[in-house]
């Protein structure tokens, strides 16, 4: 098992470690065609 | 050896289980279609039908899972005496609880990490969000008694988050964000959680064994109760859980639960998979996710790390609510997670068990007003005349002793194994029939209570009321006649209108609502009675736990050191102002 370099310091150790948010809400059924059609509509 | 079932194996077994419930619930349906309305059943009956349908299923398919835990063999590991590998990290996040409790339990948890030999390996974070400058003030100065503690420099931190952002899950991201690279694994635990150092290395060498594995959830057995409620509530956790866990285990297979505490989690796995965004709209359905843990352990299974819960994992404690009031606080706030959940369900690439977990939770919470709109419905349905539809001879008996083997049948299953697999002798062998008794007959009283708050509970969620996310106060143990009172008088009312109203209308079926009405009516006197013993525990006869008839290490050493430390000032006693430069 791989380790990343450590040393316990005075207070909470330096290792920041990225926590990407995840997609959990799907867009509703129809939203991106609706959407696509005000598009073009405002377009016009 | 393991009894973990194969992915086709759980697949199987949960069709079979499902399939019983849905079998056993419409046969159900269709015994009271036949008693309500015959062969000419109205509008009404088919609404009550479905109603005892969709209520009845999720009551079976709870039940089930306790047959199935009573009847599964045990998971029996071989004893890993491995050096650990990875580097854990014991994570207390906490909220205005008690420091001096909480802190001398981390100290028992380090002073046994330390007596075992492998300090280095653990450390211990307390991540702190308490509010109240007062609590933080005194988290400064018992942190100053904690420092001190065997080995403890360099391995124990706390810090404070001035704003509590996303609350628990927030912290934990926080913590993660900032040193989660410096660990493999990272123990979570609740402020009032207490977990042997032996429990622990198991958990580590499960983790570095098996790399699949994201997150392994044990058991916690709900410790140091003192009142009716509270001891009544320990006995079934310590009595009864193991066997559901069980149970519940087999079906989730890979795709299991987190409760949010009590568990391990490998690190990474848990940063990459499991950063909650904040849900589109206002709360209670929009904003941030209260009940993370289901939702987190979902993220887990679909980013392909194994999920799992083991309850053969023992010396995992947590404490529980000493009353009525407090219980039903802590469901509020559980009801309104499990209730934004619904935002979920169709979340992409989620497994199909962690969509279903998501509908058990929802369900666990709408059945109380779903059983609360059967009785309503049934109450007008004695004014409307009778179709006289013909009948074939179900009778209310049928429907009842149903419900009533649906109930009890997984109890008597589990005290039966309990007598065959030693289990009882831990509970003071035939004194567990006294104990399981009482547990069942004080279980039935305060239904009808939890399903008033539940039902308020639910109704206030769907009307949009945030009920936000306060602090158990599982130190509160004693209710005051008035305050009973005052949390349930309208209890009291709606039950009273109910009796009165089938005392008018259908009075040969009012003994039929007296086990319902009757404690409901009772209310405060239920909440008042069995929250007695706060100062000195009672029932401890009766309701007698194996925590205190032979008290695991961990916990002897955690009240030793709470008498101590409750019979010393603090090394330092810090100001309001010193919080300020801890925070």
């Known amino acids: ?44 | 050896m393991t009894n973990r079932l194969t992915t086709w194996q759980a697949g199987g077994l949960r069709f079979l289980t499902l399939g019983f419930a849905a079998a056993v619930s419409l046969t159900a349906g269709i015994a009271f279609l036949d008693l309500i309305g015959g062969n000419r059943p109205g509008f009404l009956d088919w609404v009550r039908t479905i109603l005892l349908v969709l209520t009845g299923f999720w009551l079976v398919w709870g039940g089930t899972i306790g047959l199935l835990g009573a009847l599964s063999p045990v998971t029996r590991r071989r004893q890993d005496l491995s050096r650990p590998e990875g580097k854990t990290t014991v994570l207390v996040p906490i909220y205005n609880e008690d420091p001096v409790e909480t802190f001398s339990r981390i100290a028992a948890m380090n002073r046994q990490i330390v007596a075992s030999g492998y300090a280095e390996f653990f450390h211990f974070a307390i991540l702190s969000d308490t509010t109240s400058l007062e609590i933080a003030a005194e988290e400064a100065s018992e942190f100053e008694r904690l420092i001190v503690e065997p080995e403890a420099s360099g391995r124990i931190f706390y810090r404070r988050r001035e704003r509590n952002v996303g609350r628990k899950a927030g912290n934990i991201e926080d913590f993660i964000a900032r040193s989660g690279a410096a660990y493999d694994y990272a123990i979570i635990l609740d402020a009032d959680s207490l977990m042997e150092a032996d429990t622990m290395l198991a958990m580590v060498r499960r983790m570095d064994a098996d790399p699949k594995l994201g997150l392994l959830q044990t058991v916690p057995v709900v410790i140091a109760a003192r009142t009716l409620f509270g001891r009544m509530m320990a006995y079934s956790s310590a009595y009864f859980s193991r066997y559901f866990a069980r149970g519940a285990a087999l079906l989730q297979g890979e795709d299991g639960p987190y409760w949010g505490h009590n568990a391990i989690v490998r690190v990474r796995a848990f940063a990459s998979c499991c950063g909650l965004p904040v849900l589109s709209g206002k709360p209670p359905y929009g904003g941030h996710i209260l009940s993370h843990d289901y939702v987190e352990a979902a993220l887990l299974a679909r980013g392909g790390w194994k999920v799992e819960v083991d309850p053969e994992l023992g010396g995992s404690f947590e404490q529980g609510p000493e009353n009525l009031i407090e219980y039903a606080k802590r469901d509020r706030r559980w009801c309104q997670g499990n209730l934004q959940h619904r935002r979920l369900i169709a979340a992409p690439g989620l497994k199909f068990w962690s969509r279903f977990t998501f509908v058990q939770g929802i369900m666990a919470y709408i059945a109380s007003p779903l059983w609360l709109t059967l009785m309503a419905a049934s109450l007008i349905a004695s004014l409307i005349p009778d179709n006289g539809g013909e009948r074939w001879g179900a009778t209310p008996w049928i429907i009842g002793g149903g419900v009533m083997a649906t109930l009890l049948l997984p109890k008597f299953a589990i005290a039966l194994r309990g007598a065959i697999d030693g289990n009882n002798a831990k509970f003071g062998g035939w004194r567990i029939a006294p104990a399981v008794l009482s547990e069942i007959v004080i279980s039935t009283i305060i239904a009808p209570v939890l399903l008033g708050f539940q039902s308020r509970a639910v109704f206030q969620i769907l009307f949009g009321m945030d009920g936000g996310w306060p602090a158990t106060e599982r130190d509160a143990k004693a209710v005051s006649p008035k305050t009973a009172f005052a949390a349930s008088w309208w209890i009291v009312l709606t039950a009273f209108a109910a009796l009165v109203f089938m005392a008018y209308a259908g009075p040969d079926f009012l003994p039929w609502l007296l086990p319902v009405a009757g404690p409901a009516l009772l209310a405060p006197f239920v909440i008042w009675a069995t929250a007695r013993g706060g100062e000195r525990p009672v029932s401890t006869w009766l309701f007698s736990v194996p925590s205190e008839r032979a008290p695991s290490p961990i916990i002897t050493e955690a009240n030793a050191i709470l008498t101590s430390w409750r019979a010393s000032e603090p090394r330092m006693m810090s100001t309001l102002a010193e919080v300020a430069v801890h925070a």
């Open chain 1, 1 to 44: 098992m791989k380790h990343q370099p450590f040393q316990p310091i005075d207070g909470l150790p330096d290792a920041p470690l990225a926590m990407p948010k995840q997609t959990l809400e799907r867009a509703p059924a129809f939203g991106s065609i609706i959407r696509a059609f005000l598009l073009v509509w405002q377009r016009s």
